[in-house]
């Protein structure tokens, strides 16, 4: 099981480059915030949005997952602690103020990353930022010194 990828898989590496190519900021692998051992794929810490990338075997997949054929009460008591575990770290997040976010690792990315764009616009921080952007007024802004004084005497007049 050490040579399991558990991160950067093409399924995230998929979602984080729509997320990136439609200007969101993120950070991977967080660590969970009052639990151990534990880590938020991708997070958008600002607005509290957790995402998960679960993969169909190991987090149990009612589509896709497989069950091995030896050694089957051993995986099945695994498969079961890590469902438990991905409960427990939802309730404990939503417990924290995130949203939660889960996906499977078949689903389409370009669904994942709508669903994660659509929940960030309905964070508070969102629409805080988003009217402050509103209420300026951009042009009034200081502009910077076109170009270096030419001549001595306005160098001394700076």
């Not at 950067?8 to 984080?16: F, Y």
């Not at 990338?53 to 054929?69: E, I, M, N, Y």
């Not at 030896?70 to 498969?79: G, I, M, P, Q």
Request: with cysteine; proline share 6%; charged share 25%.
């Amino acid at each position: 099981m050490s040579r399991q990828v558990s991160r950067d898989t093409a399924p995230e590496v998929a979602v984080r480059r729509l997320l990136y190519a439609a200007g969101l900021r993120y950070r991977l692998n967080v660590p969970v915030p009052g639990m151990r051992r534990r880590t938020i794929d991708i997070a958008l810490s600002g607005s509290k949005i957790a995402v998960f990338l679960d993969g169909c075997f190991w987090h149990g997949c009612p589509d896709h997952a497989t069950q091995p054929k030896s050694n089957t009460e051993w995986w099945r008591a695994k498969l079961d602690k890590n469902m438990a575990r991905d409960r427990e770290t939802t309730e404990h997040l939503q417990a924290e103020g995130w949203t939660v976010l889960r996906f499977w690792e078949h689903e389409n990315p370009q669904m994942v990353a709508q669903h994660v764009i659509e929940a960030r616009r309905r964070t508070p921080h969102a629409a805080r930022v988003s009217s402050l952007c509103q209420n300026r007024d951009w042009r009034a802004w200081p502009r910077p010194h076109s170009a270096a004084p030419t001549s001595a005497s306005t160098w001394a007049r700076r």
